[in-house]
T-cell receptor
Framework: QKEVEQNSGPLSVPEGAIASLNCTYS??????FFWYRQYSGKSPELIMSIYSNGDKEDGRFTAQLNKASQYVSLLIRDSQPSDSATYLCAVNVPAGNMLTFGGGTRLMVKP | DGGITQSPKYLFRKEGQNVTLSCEQN?????MYWYRQDPGQGLRLIYYSQIVNDFQKGDIAEGYSVSREKKESFPLTVTSAQKNPTAFYLC?????????????FGPGTRLTVL
């Protein structure tokens, strides 16, 4: 079982819709959760971090964390074509003292 | 202007050659990391360093070596022992080590074996 799992997609949504990206993780001791956006050919860019159960909002982005169910999600409201990218979920692994990344979900926002 | 720089942007290696990828940060971060990304894949950790003169192997360290002689620099050498080195190499740093802190990435080096 992979430590961090994401649906590879592509997830296709129309412009203006809400895009919902999901991530599950296996280590119940994980405390830190991150979402990165990666455009094709570029390096990952940190867009959200979340450490407590519940929702965290930043502009059009909302991160949701449910530690009991071991999932973290990213909602993108009013999706724009410029949001088309691969979104990587990263989770800290306490035993290994490092981050583990999921394989990423490719999002396509169609005009 | 704070950030992480990597050079070169593109690198071509012949079979049997060792090559060194540069990573420099001026963020005053303690921890630095090297990841490898293959097409359509997530990031895999090669090596990380929490402090000067100390580093640990990640999940795929075989065929790679690193040094951390200065806080701001963490070069990666891809040796001839790495049989499939063609990939996108990403350097990252975080203020503190342990995976709890946010990691920020450099622009990456794309390595191709000829």
């Amino acid at each position: 079982q992979k430590e961090v799992e994401q649906n590879s997609g592509p997830l296709s949504v129309p412009e203006g819709a809400i895009a919902s990206l999901n991530c599950t993780y296996s280590d119940r001791g994980s405390q830190s959760f991150f979402w990165y956006r990666q455009y094709s050919g570029k390096s990952p860019e940190l867009i959200m971090s979340i450490y407590s159960n519940g929702d965290k909002e930043d502009g059009r982005f909302t991160a949701q964390l449910n530690k009991a169910s071991q999932y973290v999600s990213l909602l993108i409201r009013d999706s724009q074509p410029s949001d088309s990218a691969t979104y990587l979920c990263a989770v800290n692994v306490p035993a290994g003292n490092m981050l583990t990344f999921g394989g990423g979900t490719r999002l396509m926002v169609k005009p | 202007d704070g950030g992480i720089t990597q050079s070169p942007k593109y690198l071509f290696r012949k079979e049997g050659q060792n090559v060194t990828l540069s990573c420099e940060q001026n963020l005053n971060h303690d921890a630095m990391y090297w990841y490898r990304q293959d097409p359509g894949q997530g990031l895999r950790l090669i090596y990380y360093s929490q402090i000067v003169n100390d580093f640990q192997k990640g999940d795929i360290a075989e065929g790679y070596s690193v040094s951390r002689e200065k806080k701001e620099s963490f070069p990666l050498t891809v040796t001839s022992a790495q049989k499939n080195p063609t990939a996108f190499y990403l350097c990252a740093s975080s203020a503190v080590a342990g995976g709890r802190d946010e990691q920020f990435f450099g622009p990456g080096t794309r390595l191709t074996v000829l």
